[in-house]
């Protein structure tokens, strides 16, 4: 399983991104799709996840800026990020959980100059 993402990039602050993730190989019924973010030095931290069924979770700090959304048909996961502020730089990660293993894409840098 690969997970290829794409979308990031060099922004000011305010500004918008929309990331995508397309998961490809053998895949099977993904059950939960999600985006990481990590800064060197800090722990890689949930930005958020959707559920097979739709629902999703955010962390505090993107919530209402932030939209997570899924393609079943095509195994993609997107985050739209509005109104990007300089704590929002890191490297993002997408994440799959599928039969229960997981697996992670190798990451696009996001950076938001103030």
């Known amino acids: 399983v690969q997970l290829q993402a794409c979308g990031g990039g060099l922004v000011q602050a305010g500004a918008s991104l929309r990331l995508s993730c397309a998961a490809s190989g053998t895949i099977l019924p993904i059950n939960i799709m999600g985006w990481y973010r990590q800064v060197p030095g800090k722990q890689r931290e949930l930005v958020a996840a959707?559920?097979?069924?739709?629902?999703?979770n955010y962390a505090n700090s993107v919530e209402g800026r932030f939209t997570i959304a899924r393609d079943n048909a095509k195994n993609t996961v997107y985050l739209q990020m509005n109104s990007l502020q300089p704590e929002d730089t890191a490297q993002y990660y997408c994440?799959?959980?599928?039969?229960?293993?997981?697996?992670w894409g190798k990451g696009t840098q996001v950076t938001v100059s103030s």
């Open positions: 959707i559920a097979s069924v739709g629902s999703a």
């Open positions: 994440n799959i959980r599928m039969a229960g293993r997981e697996y």
